[in-house]
C-alpha cells in the first residue's frame, strides 16, 4: 500500500526514534514547513498543553500520516497496489 503525500498542518506520528531530539517511534507532531520542494517537513512537536518541546526537520520515511476520519473506499482501492 502506497502512502498519501504529507501536506501542511497534517499529524503525524514518528516511524523511526531520534535519539538526537529525543524523540521516540509513535510521538505525534504536526507539520509547520515543507522544504527542499515538498522532501522534507518541519514538524513541531507540542505537549499536551500546546506547549511546543521540540520541531525536527523529517523526511517521508520518517512519518506516517495519521487519519482521524473514515477513508472513502475509492481512496483506500486506489491506493493499495496488486
Request: glycine share 4%; aromatic share 8%; hydrophobic share 45%.
Amino acid at each position: 500500500m502506497s502512502k498519501l503525500e504529507p501536506k501542511l498542518l497534517d499529524v503525524v506520528a514518528l516511524t523511526v526514534d531520534l535519539p538526537e531530539y529525543h524523540l521516540l517511534r509513535g510521538q505525534v507532531g504536526t507539520i509547520v514547513e515543507i522544504l527542499a520542494d515538498g522532501t522534507v517537513f518541519e514538524v513541531e512537536f507540542s505537549d499536551s498543553n500546546g506547549q511546543s518541546y521540540e520541531f525536527a526537520a523529517l523526511t517521508s520515511e520518517q512519518i506516517m500520516v495519521l487519519h482521524f476520519e473514515p477513508t472513502s473506499p475509492d481512496l483506500v482501492k486506489s491506493m493499495v497496489t496488486v
